[in-house]
């Protein structure tokens, strides 16, 4: 099956700071999804962005489906941008969507 | 409001005990998902059910067991087959197929006592 991988595990950023997060993908995909989960392990949907671009606010999301990989950026980040970021994946042929393991951000003030 | 929500929050199970997390939804999703994390880990999919009176085994089946008799409810039982049941347990739901965006309720946290 699909193999998702995500990169940096951990990421420690000042108030105010502007950050990437990637996402590599080992096989085609028709659905491609972000999530944010809080420290109270609460999942939030992002981005629901199997190709292209999509922006929300201070959070941008940018699939490039022909090479694999999917970024996330954070601009301006916030105290309440911490926790954990979640890319899943699911080709045709999957029954599942298949999630990387995360990166760990933390954003000091 | 609509919603997922689940309950309960924390759940103690004493081996060779059954236990049952609820999941309920007023989204009006088709879809719902039975998800379980692991410290420092992804999600995995337990079960699915893409409609009512029909679910499907995801990766990581074994030792459990979910029935869908009504659309806004999908149940999962940790049985006792379960040898390393403890737990972050997430329902989800969708308007549709996987190929949709998923919606997640707060979390069920499972300890074996």
């Known amino acids: 099956g699909i193999q998702v991988e995500q990169s940096p595990p951990d990421l420690i950023l000042q108030e105010g700071a502007n950050s990437t997060l990637r996402c590599n993908f080992s096989?085609?995909?028709?659905?491609l999804q972000w999530f944010h989960q809080n420290p109270w392990g609460q999942l939030i949907n992002l981005f629901y962005?199997?190709?292209g671009t999509k922006q929300n606010g201070r959070l941008s999301a940018t699939t490039v489906a022909t090479e694999r990989y999917s970024l996330l950026y954070i601009s301006s980040s916030q105290t309440t941008d911490s926790g954990v970021y979640f890319c899943?994946?699911?080709?045709?042929?999957?029954?599942?969507?298949?999630f990387g393991k995360g990166t760990t951000l933390s954003v000091s003030s | 409001d609509g919603g997922i929500t689940q309950s309960p929050k924390y759940l103690f199970r004493k081996e060779g005990q059954n236990v049952t997390l609820s999941c309920e939804q007023n989204?009006?999703?088709?879809?719902m998902y039975w998800y379980r994390q692991d410290p420092g880990q992804g999600l995995r999919l337990i079960y699915y059910?893409?409609?009512?009176?029909?679910?499907q085994k995801g990766d990581i089946a074994e030792g459990y067991s979910v029935s869908r008799e009504k659309k806004e409810s999908f149940p999962l039982t940790v049985t006792s087959a379960q040898k390393n049941p403890t737990a972050f347990y997430l329902c989800?739901?969708?308007?549709?197929?996987?190929?949709?965006?998923?919606?997640f309720g707060p979390g069920t946290r499972l300890l074996v006592l």
């Open positions: 989204l009006n999703h088709d879809a």
């Open positions: 899943a994946a699911a080709n045709q042929a999957g029954t599942a969507l298949i």
């Open positions: 989800a739901s969708s308007t549709g197929t996987l190929q949709q965006t998923q919606y």
């Open positions: 962005i199997p190709s």
């Open positions: 059910s893409q409609i009512v009176n029909d679910f």
């Open positions: 096989d085609s995909v028709n659905n």
